[in-house]
């Protein structure tokens, strides 16, 4: 959960609250930012794991906005300090916010209309933005030699998955950020063998930084969580969490207090699959599966509620049975994880983060 002022933590549970929102953006080569927060209109932004997207719409009434597509920004959102007075007037004493994961604007849209309501701009500019450059970037990792036209490697140096992890975000200028709890697999994992664009020579198809970050994340039960740079000429970091069910409540929402929650929606679904083989131990010197190891997890709620889906996937990677039931209750975990979903509408809440635990009381 992210630290926040005592100060920021009073204003946001405030009645009457003044949002503070900084939008700087850079030129990607560095040689130029514009300050458009006071064209500020609407934003929208999405943050899921390893896929994050913003909508942001800005006046211009002027015409003065800048073609500005390929740029990135680190949105800044926060609250304004203040003092009322007599008729609610209103005295700003300070101010304090904090920045996003960084975002490149992808598309630039010149919007025309009759204006938005309170909002009295007809000219407007729609940005979208991601950050996609992990999935957009194939993984060509240098320092191995990955000959055109398959780019097929095979590493037998042995590492783990976290430093696997590290090095592909480091081809996109990202920084790694290890947490002190880990699920006893990413950081002592040892890779005997790992092949990348295996499938390029029959499909003709290349692995992403994502696709090979996704491999290693799928063997374990962490995440990775995309936190703002620490300088500009870095692009940002990621961090490691492992979340569990024992982890602490980072905050609790409730019907008829502060922090007071609008609307909550909870859905939880049948786990499918409920029944997962993971098959270990490939032979890569003589290319047979004949010492194969097969680990095995079970829902067995869902499999007592629904009958047995099973799912089997290879992690030849993988030599010992621990490991390689260790890999299979990794992906029943996912499984379970995204089995359960929901809504929780509140204020903005600057503490929140992707991954943390909340709690609701309602008495509705």
Known sequence: MREISSALLTAQQGSKRIPYVELIFHKEDGSDSIDYSDRRVLIKQHEEHLNEYATIILRNDDHA????????????LGDKFFTEGAYGAKTITGLEGHKIGRLWVKSQMDLSSTGIKNYSSKKMIVLELDDKKLEETPCLLPGYNMLAPYHYVKIDEGFTPSWMIGYCVQQINFG?????????????????VFIINEKSYQTGKYESLKDVVERQLSYTKCYL?????????????????YPTDNDPINETYYSYQQPYFYEFVYTKNVVIPNK?????????????????????AEDQESIDAYGEVPFMFWAPEVTTQGEADFVAEAYLRRQKIASRGGRLIISLDHRVELFDRVKVFDAR
């Open 176 to 192: 790694m950020e290890y947490s002190e709890e880990d699920d006893g697999f990413i950081n002592s994992f040892i890779y005997a």
């Open 225 to 241: 969580r995309k936190k703002p740079s620490l300088t500009e000429t870095a692009s940002g970091m990621y961090k490691v969490v």
């Open 65 to 76: 906005v800048q073609d500005i597509k390929g740029w990135w920004v680190e949105m800044l």
């Open 276 to 296: 997962i083989l993971s098959y270990c131990n490939y032979n890569y010197e003589l290319e047979t599966w004949d010492d194969l190891i097969v680990g095995v």
